[in-house]
């Protein structure tokens, strides 16, 4: 059982919050600094200022049980190489005062130790809402290049990152839990989503894992995970990258959006953006709405095993039936769409 379990939210974010500013010790940085979340989801994230010099850094306290340290190291590995092979920018990690870039601490009111990362401060903002099909062909045309970087890059021999196959999203051994535990899901929506997941197990299986298609991926290529700068375009939030399916990051992109009418132009925006920098086959084009929906069962399960986070409750029981609703066209149509 978790430390955590027992506590309310505000405490959690309390004492979060002195865990943080204990971390700072471990790295060379001013005792004066102070310490604003600027997230709080599976890891927690803080804003670190310097209050002599105006420098910024950001600390990722990481979650109970998820990462070791070597995986975390791992994570590092090949954001350096995207930097330094793909032109791919991603925040820098700053080491500690023994050298070492991944971090362990722990405070008496939560003495389990947790990992910590601090990294540079990137400048730039998340993509605009209004401004969407743009921002969907410069996701695709770096996503792209994060792919033909992975495919390429010899990963080391003791490489530890998750594998996102069916299995472990919406299958046996799921990271994120049941999705029959999401919310409001009576018997008859149930054997619905059940349906769909056969067919998302049979389309899969018949895509199959060539390398070609299934490799290190980044697995939450989400706009929120993008800053723009001007003329260019940032990559941050490694933390669930792992090996999946490459149209996988596609699916993320459009994580808890799935049913927007505009779906089908921002598809094509990224497909357009896509292929200046990698081909995708018509067979990979066929698959696109399987991907969708697997991702969307995937939140499912995040949904129903996180029922007390604030995304969660947002979600709530309209993405359950959004879900239902999705699912329904994409049978009829035998898993070829989910356009309406």
């Not at 001013?30 to 105006?54: F, K, L, W």
């Not at 390429?152 to 799921?174: E, N, V």
């Not at 260019?232 to 049913?259: N, R």
């Amino acid at each position: 059982m978790s430390e955590i379990d027992h506590i309310t939210h505000e405490e959690l974010m309390s004492r979060l919050h002195r865990m943080a500013m204990a971390a700072l010790a471990c790295y060379p940085l001013n005792p004066a600094a102070t310490v604003s979340m600027i997230n709080h989801s599976e890891n927690t994230t803080y804003r670190v200022d310097d209050p002599d010099t105006g420098g910024v850094t950001a600390l990722r306290l990481h979650r109970e049980d998820y990462h070791s340290a070597g995986a975390i190291g791992c994570e590092l590995a090949w954001m350096a190489a995207l930097r330094d092979a793909a032109g791919v920018i991603t925040p820098v990690p700053i080491p500690g005062h023994d050298g070492e870039l991944v971090q362990s601490v722990s405070i008496p009111e939560l003495p389990r130790p947790r990992n910590c990362v601090l990294f540079d401060f990137l400048s730039g903002a998340e993509p605009d809402e209004d401004e969407l099909v743009d921002s969907f062909l410069s996701l695709g045309a770096i996503t792209a290049k994060v792919h033909n970087h992975s495919i390429g890059w010899t990963r080391p021999d003791d490489y530890q990152r998750l594998h996102w196959d069916f299995d472990h999203l919406i299958g046996a051994t799921p990271y994120w839990g049941d999705w029959m535990e999401a919310p409001a899901l009576d018997s008859e929506r149930a054997s619905l989503l059940e349906d769909l997941v056969a067919m998302i197990r049979n389309r899969l299986e018949i895509y199959g894992q060539a390398p070609d298609c299934f490799g290190l991926i980044h697995a939450d290529m989400r706009l929120a995970n993008l800053l723009i700068d001007g003329p260019v375009t940032k990559v941050i939030d490694f933390d669930d990258c792992g090996l999946g399916w490459f149209l996988y990051d596609f699916a993320t992109a459009l994580s808890f959006m799935e049913d927007r009418p505009d779906v089908p132009e921002l598809t094509r925006s990224w497909i357009t953006g896509y292929t200046t920098e990698r081909p995708l086959q018509p067979q990979d084009l066929a698959a696109i709405p399987t991907f969708l929906m697997l991702r969307r069962m995937a939140i499912m399960a995040w949904i129903g095993s996180h029922a007390d986070t604030d995304l969660a409750k947002e979600l709530g029981p309209e993405y359950t039936a959004g879900t239902c609703a999705l699912a329904t066209r994409y049978l009829a149509s035998d898993g070829d769409t989910i356009e309406g």
